[in-house]
């Protein structure tokens, strides 16, 4: 059983920044990646960027690509989600995810990942 546990959210003016962390309880062998998502009122939960650990490969949303970076620190089972020139459509809750039943899956899929944070709200204001 994993858990994660996120941080670093908060109130920040239209094109500030805010890092996000998520640490988590042990990394296994088999949790081959991590990612972030994020949930806006009355809308789905929807991907931001995903890392996959051993290789450090990264994917982004195109809505946050170039303003957003994703990173890992295994050492500390910790990965971190460093966000820039923050919008107001960028409020939303953040989720922390982890895969761990098979190396191979979508990255963007929220079915595809077996543990969640219970999230971090991140407030943009205009």
């Known amino acids: 059983q994993v858990q994660l546990v996120e941080s670093g959210g908060g109130l920040v003016q239209a094109g500030g920044s805010l890092r996000l962390s998520c640490a988590a309880s042990?990394?296994?062998?088999?949790?081959?990646?991590m990612a972030w998502f994020r949930q806006a009122p009355g809308k789905e939960r929807e991907f931001v960027a995903a890392?996959?650990?051993?290789?450090?490969?990264?994917y982004y949303a195109d809505s946050v690509k170039g303003r957003f970076t994703i990173s890992s620190d295994n050492d500390k089972n910790t990965i971190y989600l460093q966000t820039s020139s923050l919008k107001p459509e960028d409020t939303a809750v953040y989720y922390c995810?982890?895969?761990?039943?098979?190396?191979?899956?979508?990255?963007?899929?929220?079915?595809?990942?077996?543990?969640w944070g219970q999230g971090t709200q991140v407030t943009v204001s205009s």
């Open positions: 995810a982890a895969r761990t039943r098979s190396p191979w899956w979508s990255r963007t899929r929220v079915p595809d990942y077996d543990y």
């Open positions: 890392i996959t650990l051993n290789a450090g490969s990264t």
């Open positions: 042990e990394r296994t062998r088999r949790t081959y990646g």
